[in-house]
């Protein structure tokens, strides 16, 4: 990794290097903090977790090749390492430094609701013209974001971040961080309120992004919340808007929804327009296609690319996963909160056949917990949705307001555990029949979709 010598590594972390002359200038190769990632010239930050302490296997990655130790501990070693007060501040730190040597586009992206789809989309546009790294997984926090960046190599020329937070300041350490090129924010919903409060709370700790981003970054908003449309301009940045509606910059019209087959729509790009095959299911899928447009169109990505790099995209990183066995399961059980629980549930609505939507609880919507999942049971009752098959303390709210608004209880059902609610679907379930699997992700309802598929 080029700048990232031993010596310099020591300075940019404000740590005391342990080793001797003849290896201060060598450069590491990577950066991990799992000691199983380890690989010959790696450097290693020993973290102290709650339940794992990454300094019982200093010796091991040494043994694998690591070229250093991140340590909070002096050590008893002959080997090269670097004395911090705290790894994984030392990580962040490290991840800052690296950052600004590079010189490539970094797109950060965060909001309620669609980070990770929204994420794939512009980086499978973006590859249509550039060698692009994108967040893996949930790598989207403190230690997953300096984690990604270390891992941009030189043969990468751009890279897409996702940024997730749950409190105020958050996003404020994130993107000074990764100072992103530019910004984009997928919608302000109703998540983690337990510490923001409401949704203008939400806006607050989401555009945080905006004070640490470069100096000539550009803002990508989505025009059709409500929240976002007030953030006409930010400082001397540029902000740009797509939606469904011809005001904004890039919007999406004639739209056709196939259910979970996907979407079609003509994308409108400044004077021109493309039709394009979303192959992803879900209607809020077109926002997310939207924002890939705009990005792609800031960092110079022809229209005939950005419809190959939409229609290329085929699986949103498990987050609506279509599994087809003698029936459908609609996989979307990664997490869950009021806005992504009531798309999923439109989605199951445009099934042709008998529709079960078993869901679970959603977490970190603080004083109004309940409330929201009532409401999601009245918003239930007025679909075309068959069955409900619910699990969690939560979800009795939502059995109730499914119950108190349909006004009828037959073809609802709740269990006190998972597994009770597993033996029973399994019973339940035909051919043809259509299944949305949706929960908060502690809720472990990926056992559900085990067990049907």
């Given amino acids: 990794m080029r700048n990232l010598t031993l010596s310099s590594v020591a300075k940019a972390i404000k740590g005391e290097l342990f080793c001797e002359a003849s290896v201060m200038n060598n450069e590491i190769n990577g950066a991990v903090i799992d000691s199983r990632e380890i690989e010959k010239d790696y450097l290693f930050f020993a973290v102290k977790g709650q339940r794992v302490d990454g300094h019982d296997f200093i010796e091991q990655v040494y043994e694998k090749g690591a070229l250093a130790v991140i340590s909070e501990k002096i050590l008893d070693t002959d080997k090269p390492y670097i004395l911090v007060k705290s790894s994984l501040e030392a990580l962040k730190l490290l991840a800052k430094y690296y950052r600004s040597t590079l010189d490539i586009p970094v797109v950060g992206i965060t909001g309620s609701v669609g980070k990770t789809s929204t ?11 550039y060698n692009v790294l994108k967040t893996e997984g949930n790598f989207n926090n403190e230690i997953g974001l300096p984690l990604t960046i270390l891992k941009i190599r030189e043969e990468h020329e751009a890279a897409v971040l996702e940024m997730g937070i749950s409190d105020f300041g958050e996003m404020t350490r994130l993107s000074d961080i990764a100072k ?11 998540c983690h309120l337990e510490n923001l409060g409401n949704r203008d709370g939400v806006l607050k700790a989401k555009t945080e992004m905006f004070a640490n981003a470069k100096e000539n970054c550009e803002i990508v908003l989505n025009g059709d919340d409500d929240k976002l449309i007030t953030i006409q301009h930010y400082k001397d940045k540029s902000v740009h808007y797509f939606g469904t509606t011809p005001q904004n910059e890039v919007y999406a019209a004639d739209v056709i929804n196939y259910g979970i ?25 077109v926002n997310n296609a939207l924002a890939a447009t705009l990005v792609g169109n800031i960092l110079g990505v022809s229209t005939e690319s950005i419809r190959n790099g939409i229609e290329k995209l085929v699986d949103a990183a498990g987050r609506v996963n279509i599994i087809r066995r003698n029936y459908t399961i609609i996989d979307d059980c990664y997490n869950a909160n009021p806005v992504s629980m009531k798309a999923s549930i439109d989605l199951l609505n445009t099934s042709v056949n008998r529709k079960i939507a078993v869901l679970g609880d959603m977490f970190e919507l603080g004083e109004n917990e309940s409330r929201l999942h009532y409401e999601i049971g009245e918003y239930i009752a007025n679909t075309d949705i068959d069955f409900l098959f619910l699990s969690g303390e939560l979800s009795k709210n939502i059995l109730e307001g499914y119950i108190n608004k349909k006004q009828k209880s037959d073809s609802a059902n709740w269990f006190e555990n998972v597994n009770d609610l597993i033996y029973n679907l399994k019973q339940f379930v035909v051919d043809q029949d259509t299944i949305l699997v949706k929960a908060s992700h502690s809720m472990h309802y990926e056992e559900i979709v085990k067990a049907l598929s």
């Fill in 119 to 129: 994420k794939e989309f512009i980086a499978s546009v973006l590859s249509e013209k």
């Fill in 180 to 190: 992103p090129d530019i910004c984009v924010i997928t919608n302000i919903g109703v």
């Fill in 261 to 285: 087959d996907g979407t079609n729509c003509n994308i409108h790009l400044n004077s021109t327009s493309f039709n394009v095959d979303i192959h992803i299911p879900g209607i809020h899928m």
